[in-house]
């Protein structure tokens, strides 16, 4: 079973337009609002082809509700932590070629609902492979969260994973997970570095960088690089995958699909690589995070390369 962590769930809603004409009135073509959070995305792509997952995630008000019954009509096992903090809404703006987002803070977390959202996760990762948090924490909420979420995967015998940024990265690094999940823009912030733009030159930046996050945390490093794919460092394996170029209908929650296609697959790092590119790339192509990516995605496209030597431990 593989148990996900949303610290800041959201509504998701998004609009469709042909085209958006800043300071004019827009009207949009498609008007939908779904359950979301970095977490959600991870374990819905995973539930559409049989994985045992479980969410769970603070929610309170009307808000919070409404992201429970959304959660209840897809039929994906869930745990609230019920808060009196309402959850936030981000806004999906779609045109051709173009995602355009805009995100709320959300609302804080007291020291009480942090608490609780920590046993909550102790007690659902009994039993479960893998512990996975993801997305941004709230507003004043202290980065350390993250490694007591860490923690409470681990003593529970799971294996965990990390999708954060800034501080929250930061603090996950400290906390050592299995695994770590940036986007290349997430990477260079952490490690004080400035990427090239694309390319080769991108790819050799994040290796590199790559190879230092997994020396300090002893383990592995799954790097989002965009339309130039992924890259995958640990103490076994330098490996990066490439699919072939697409025109993106909406980027929100690729990199959601990507570390779940990685989560699907056995402990091969070359396959696993390969089917989290290939989810990333087919989640582009779909209007919403709640299309099911995996039956969309082409794994006979992408390539994998050896990058050479692997990362050295910590």
């Not at 996950?172 to 390319?199: I, Q, W, Y």
Request: net charge negative; proline share 9%; hydrophobic share 45%.
């Amino acid at each position: 079973m593989i148990l996900t962590v949303t610290p800041n769930p959201s509504l998701d809603r998004t609009f469709t337009l042909t085209g958006i004409r800043l300071g004019e009135l827009n009207r949009a073509a498609v008007d939908t609002v779904e359950a979301s959070g970095k977490g959600v995305n991870v374990a819905r792509a995973l539930h559409a082809v049989g994985v045992r997952t479980a969410v769970v995630l603070p929610a309170g008000g009307p808000e919070g509700t409404h992201l429970g019954s959304l959660l209840e009509a897809e039929g994906l096992p869930h745990r609230i932590v019920a808060t009196d903090a309402p959850v936030r809404t981000n806004v999906t703006l779609l045109e051709p070629g173009r995602t355009t987002k805009v995100n709320a803070p959300g609302s804080p977390l007291t020291a009480a609902d942090a608490d609780a959202l920590v046993t909550a996760v102790a007690d659902l990762a009994l039993g479960a492979d893998w512990v996975v948090c993801s997305g941004s924490l709230p507003p004043d909420t202290p980065p350390e969260l993250i490694g007591r979420i860490v923690e409470a995967g681990r003593l529970a015998g799971a294996q965990t994973a990390v999708d954060a940024s800034g501080e929250a990265l930061a603090a996950a690094v400290e906390a050592g997970p299995d695994v770590l999940a940036p986007n290349a823009e997430e990477l260079a912030e952490l490690t004080g570095r400035v990427f090239p733009p694309g390319g080769r030159p991108l790819v050799r930046a994040a290796l590199d960088a790559a190879h230092t996050l997994a020396g300090q945390t002893g383990g592995g490093v799954l790097v989002s690089l965009g339309p130039d794919g992924a890259v995958w460092v640990d103490v076994e394996a330098a490996l990066h995958a490439s699919g072939p170029p697409v025109t993106p209908v909406n980027t929100a929650g690729a990199g959601d699909a990507l570390l779940a296609g990685w989560l699907s697959e056995g402990p091969d790092p070359a396959g696993r690589l390969r089917t989290a590119v290939a989810w990333g790339t087919a989640a582009c192509l779909l209007p919403s995070t709640s299309g099911n990516v995996a039956a969309t995605a082409d794994l006979d496209r992408i390539r994998i390369y050896d990058l050479g030597v692997p990362a050295a431990g910590p």
